[in-house]
């Protein structure tokens, strides 16, 4: 069962963190919006890098954002967020192939691998979290300008890319607990210790009767007789 777990773990952790990193360079972050009176002829759409404009013909143009440091504080820590999950999600996978029963990494220490394989799970946990925190966090952004009435500049509206970040983030932090609760330590083997016998039959004293002693004397005395000595 926890090899099971561990494949399912790897490979949902694996799509949501390979979903992520196509999320961080889709350019459909946020969508001009076509509600209102004002009828438009052209779409807005950015992302965390550029922002492009497309007209009824399908002619678009892109510009990448100059500066970072006019950008405002929450795109500058989305993308701080999201390149910090790119990289805990490529660890995870690197601790997880390590730490998984189905490699011949490490083999001979199985509590290494279970180490290991739940070090990767929490990476993945981590990148999921970090990548649900960066798109939560730029929708309430979109949503706050768009019901914002006294709001002047471009209303926009949540884009698709941002619905596959929440997909992305969900399944590195389900493959990543999956991964984790898989592991368990595993016992350290039985030593083996050779036989010894027990301490009252090796201490028990020798009960075989001590053979009477012969006097030389006694001896020659039933050898020859009394007469022999007169």
């Not at 946020?30 to 002829?41: D, E, H, L, P």
């Not at 510009?63 to 490529?90: C, D, H, K, N």
């Not at 649900?132 to 500049?153: C, E, K």
């Amino acid at each position: 069962m926890s090899l099971l777990l561990e494949a399912v773990g790897f490979l949902l952790g694996t799509v949501g963190w390979a979903l992520l990193a196509v999320t961080l360079f889709n350019s459909y972050w946020r969508v001009s919006t076509v509600s209102g009176n004002v009828i438009t002829t052209s779409t807005l759409f950015e992302n965390l890098w550029q922002s492009c404009a497309t007209d009824s013909t399908g002619v678009y143009n892109c510009w990448e954002f100059q500066s970072l440091l006019e950008l405002p504080a929450y795109l500058q820590a989305s993308r701080a967020l999201m390149i910090t999950a790119l990289v805990l999600g490529l660890f995870g996978i690197l601790c997880a192939m390590v730490g998984m029963k189905c490699t011949r990494v490490a083999e001979d220490s199985p509590n290494a691998k279970a180490k290991m394989a739940a070090i990767g799970g929490c990476m993945f946990v981590l990148a999921g979290l970090c990548g649900m925190v960066t798109i939560s966090w730029y929708a309430f952004n979109i949503t706050r300008d768009f019901f914002n009435p006294l709001f002047a500049g471009t209303k926009y509206e949540i884009g698709p890319a941002l619905y596959l970040g929440w997909s992305a983030s969900l399944l590195a932090i389900i493959g990543g607990g999956f991964l984790f609760s898989s592991c368990r330590v595993h016992s350290s083997p039985e030593k083996s210790y050779p036989y010894k016998g027990t301490k009252s039959a090796m201490s028990a004293p020798n009960l075989t009767p001590a053979r009477p002693r012969v006097d030389s004397n006694a001896s020659s005395v039933g050898k020859y007789g009394k007469n022999a000595y007169v």
